[in-house]
């Protein structure tokens, strides 16, 4: 269903039209004058407009000026008694999509309406195709890596994600940076039933209050200095997909009351316009701040916590996973290699000892750059520790070793675990609850461990 505006100082006119334009089943608004009808455009999502060209005060060439000013992309026609060709050219010329000579039949109305509003969805589709084509060339080099995993702690964090992902529940995704928050938010969308609609991100932590409202939102032209045409917000851009808002946490309260309003109704104004847009959009939301502490310091809304909230999703650190280490370093190697250094098949096991070894603050992201880098540097077909970044050539106090011979890789992941406990036992001087801390555990967890290594 559209929404057309007629414009006429006749009501004859005015009533014949919205008679035959509501029996097509479109919204219609009427207005006796330019004025009044120009008021009614700028409060509307207004989709087709139909003006008489001669008007008191505001006439139909003021409204197409105005019009075409504001929305170049809505069609509009003009209804003259002078239908000869120079009125019609000279309709063109100031933007008309076409006329409408007085008197008129219900069959040329429906054939003229039908044609404006098939343009106006044309256009639509196109305005937001290039506008998803800039976003596309935007992301494009900021994906890293792919959702790879065998520890407990991930699969249970794919089982989450197959449990959700159908719904259209808002899943709150927490971890620290470089887990891979995006890539488990495009696994959910990937999965549901908006699959085949756009994915669209917003990190709402690069952006200052006012360039983000606009991001999120859209604005109109002429909106702000700069502002030289029409832009669609990130909502309107995910309408029928999802929207992922990553590093929520950093939004300003000013604009934690608008975000709550859109995920409540589904509807939002763009910046500097009035006319109010619905959506359907599945919202996904990352942090890597305690939002319930920023609740409690009064930084974050509470019923907006609990609105994004609905279903929470943390992401482990991989110093909480290390036996995904090997699988994520070969996936690495797999991955970049053909674009890096195609010679390099393997990672040594002396290089593997390193990875293994390293507490990883920047998590996946960071092993990926480290396995990056060490194929730029390695030689022959394999990663020696010689490749590797200088912060994992370090002494050979923080290394672990290998063992040799032939064990299976649970027997090998065993002897690394033993290795680092006894390293961390060490380091906290016997302390087991700073043992437990210093490997991410929990101390019943490191209790159980130590009793079966043997360690005291």
């Known amino acids: 269903m559209a929404k057309i505006l007629i414009i006429d100082d006749n009501e004859t006119i005015r009533f014949g039209l919205r008679q035959v334009i509501k029996k097509m089943d479109h919204e219609v608004l009427v207005a006796s004058g330019g004025a009044e009808g120009l008021a009614l455009f700028k409060k509307n999502e207004v989709d087709f407009v139909i003006t008489d060209l001669k008007m008191d005060g505001v006439d139909g060439v003021e409204v197409l000026r105005a019009v075409h000013e504001s929305d170049p992309d809505c069609p509009a026609m003009i209804i003259t008694a002078f239908g000869t060709v120079e009125t019609a050219v000279e309709a063109m010329k100031l933007g008309a999509f076409d006329f409408l000579q007085k008197p008129f039949t219900p069959e040329v109305v429906r054939l003229k309406v039908q044609r404006a509003l098939e343009m106006r969805q044309a256009r639509r589709a196109a305005q937001k195709l290039a506008s998803e084509n800039d976003y596309l060339r935007e992301e494009s080099e900021a994906r890293f890596g792919e959702l790879v995993g065998a520890a407990p702690s991930m699969k249970q964090v794919f089982r989450v994600i197959e449990k959700v992902a159908p719904t259209d529940s808002s899943v709150f995704v927490s971890g620290e940076s470089g887990t891979g928050k995006e890539l488990v938010a495009r696994a959910i969308h990937q999965r549901s039933q908006r699959k085949d609609g756009p994915f669209i991100k917003v990190n709402c932590g690069a952006l200052t209050d006012t360039l983000l409202e606009s991001e999120l939102f859209g604005h109109e032209k002429g909106a702000f200095t700069g502002a030289v045409k029409r832009r669609l917000g990130r909502f309107e851009l995910a309408d029928g997909g999802t929207l992922f808002l990553d590093e929520v946490g950093d939004v300003s309260p000013a604009l934690q009351t608008k975000l709550l309003r859109v995920l409540q109704e589904q509807e939002f104004e763009r910046v500097g316009g009035e006319s109010t847009i619905s959506v359907n959009v599945r919202v996904l939301s990352a942090t890597n701040k305690d939002l319930q502490a920023e609740v ?5 809304r509470e019923d907006l916590y609990y609105r994004l909230h609905i279903v929470p999703l943390r992401i482990p650190p991989l110093r909480e996973r290390r036996e995904d280490i090997p699988l994520l370093a070969h996936h690495f190697v797999d991955k970049l290699a053909p674009r890096t ?116």
Do not use: C
Not at 296 to 300: A, N, S, V
């Open 296 to 300: 409690r310091e009064g930084r974050f």
């Open 341 to 456: 250094n195609p010679s390099i098949e393997r990672i040594e096991d002396d290089a593997l000892g390193r990875l293994m070894a390293y507490h990883w603050p920047g998590n996946v992201r960071e092993l990926e750059n480290a396995i990056e880098q060490a194929l730029v540097f390695a030689d022959g077909a394999s990663i020696a520790v010689g490749a590797l970044p200088e912060f994992l050539r370090g002494g050979s106090d923080d290394t672990l070793s290998i063992p040799k011979g032939q064990m299976s890789l649970p027997e090998i992941l065993e002897d690394l675990e033993r290795q680092l406990i006894l390293k961390a036992f060490k380091d906290a001087d016997g302390v087991k609850t700073e043992t437990a801390r210093k490997l991410g555990i929990k101390t019943s967890a490191l209790y159980y461990k130590l009793d079966k290594y043997g360690i005291s």
